[in-house]
């Protein structure tokens, strides 16, 4: 088992940047890929990133590209993401997520384990 806990949520004005976190215990994290989501009411969870187990691959939704930044600290247990820019369509409940198909996914399907999620709140 796998526990990740997302923090760095929070209300900010459009342009402005914040910084995700997501801990997580239990098992190696280092064995796992990482991945970022996003939820807004009454619509599908999306692919945000993904980072590879060692932090060599790197994956970026179209929406986000040059905006956001994922990365891994696999001595602290911790995957961040970056964010700036932030525009009103990124408000939305953001979670984390640990794969075992250790070189990334875009798909939700292919992680095991989840946060329970951060409000992100973008306001124009």
């Known amino acids: 088992q796998v526990q990740l806990v997302e923090s760095g949520g929070g209300l900010v004005q459009a342009g402005g940047s914040l910084r995700l976190s997501c801990a997580a215990s239990g098992r190696t994290f280092g064995n796992y890929a990482m991945g970022w989501f996003r939820q807004v009411p009454g619509k599908e969870r999306e692919f945000v990133a993904a980072?590879?187990?060692?932090?060599?691959?790197?994956y970026y939704a179209d929406s986000v590209k040059g905006r956001f930044t994922i990365s891994r600290d696999n001595a602290k247990n911790t995957v961040y993401l970056q964010m700036n820019s932030l525009k009103p369509d990124d408000t939305a409940v953001y979670y984390c997520?640990?794969?075992?198909?250790?070189?990334?996914?875009?798909?939700?399907?292919?992680?095991?384990?989840w946060g329970q999620g951060t409000q992100v709140t973008v306001s124009s």
């Open positions: 997520a640990a794969s075992t198909r250790i070189a990334g996914s875009r798909d939700q399907y292919g992680y095991n384990y």
């Open positions: 980072i590879s187990w060692r932090g060599g691959n790197l």
